[in-house]
């Protein structure tokens, strides 16, 4: 199976061709969301950069099992050893069981993703389903002699882990730095060395989320679940992991200890990170106000936002820019962004109404040849858009006679349409379901006043015939006091 698909690989710090280990068969898997709140634009990158590569690979005809977690469990405050759970912490405040906190915002999630017309992964684990297959990983890497017990909890030992192995390849940390950074917190807590993490944690007796353990009665930590649920179903070594770059440390470098420990081999062969979302210049926190919840965008209502953003619109704006760019939100960027999403719909509309010429004087094949090299080249959706709106120019051209297309040509362009926008960056046209849905019902309205006309003047044979005819169509007819009601059957 042949590709000319080049990734950027954040292991080696270079593109690099992407050869998948068992082709046509593709394992990808994707850090998802610690589900304890409304899902925000935080969380609409990463699952738009990931389904793009999804859809791209399967558009190239890979077979991809693409694994997206759902992190249940462990996620402590400020991703540290030691804290509240996020779960629980929102359950006290909620006053609802963890599970049902999971559930609800999980929901929420899920809700958004479909909204974003985001294509579901293969599997959805979680970390809670997972508990067993994290206590023998625990078990593995202490016998390898990489871990240690202390007061009922289990600690990853980076120092003894770095004498064999590299910690910090990935991120590019230094543990000398690292000792010196983190020394403050030292004395805090039970660690040997303030940059050991935690595999297993003792529950406090508050503590809700607890399983039995041959340690101690508790729960796994954050970083763990990934290398679980990611060799599982994908086995020792896969082809790519992705996830945000403010992934990459603490948690995908753990990862990489975790699985190297316990299998004296790395698991992943390429890493693959999106890079973060800013407002107005500024990082997206709670604290500063600016933080956007998908469910506010798409309903406006935020102080913020100067209007309601569409689904579509946000999945346009993300993908204008390449994933390793970083991108800034703002009502300016917005609302150009929704003004070239419908350009681009406006265009496709056009093009199936487009009349055939004998000759071309554009030239389809090098458009479209040009459109796989900007994805091949680590998926440059921001260069794909910019030659789909190559096309736009050429569809409105054609449309005013300035240039001509052969019917051959015609339905190439089409079918590069049909490919590029809708099939791999996943854009639909929202307002077309929408003129529809009204069309149909002025329509119904009209049928209906007409068939009222006519049993006003008593003409019930013309009365029964249009609700026989509406019925071969599929269209129930029931008779109200004044009007009719109607239903698809
Ligand atoms: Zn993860």
Redesign the pocket.
Known sequence: MKNNLVIYNSLSRKKEPFNPLHPPFVGLYV?GPTVYSDAHLGHARPAIVFDLLFRYLTHLDYKVRYVR?ITDVGHLENDADEGEDKIEKKARLEHLEPMEVVQKYLNNYLKNMEQLNILHPSIEPRASGHIIEQQQLIKTILEKGYAYEINGSVYFDVLKYNKQYNYGKLSGRVLEDLQTSTRSLEGQDEKQNSFDFALWKKATPEHLMRWPSPWSEGFPGWHL??SVMSTKYLGETFDIHG?GMD?QFP?HEC?IAQSTAAMGKESVRYWMHNNMITINGQKMARSLGNFITLDQLFSGEHTMLQQSYSPMTIRFFILQAHYRSTVDFSNEALQAAEKGLQKLMKASETLSKLKPSLTSTVDIATLKKKCYEAMDDDLNSSVLLSILFEGVKYINSVNDGSERLTSGDLKSLTDLFSTFVFDILGLKDENSGKENVKLTDDLMKIIINLRQDAKNRKEWALSDHIREELKKAGITLKDLKDGAEWEVE
């Open positions: 850090c977690n679940e990934c996830g992934l948690h990862e």
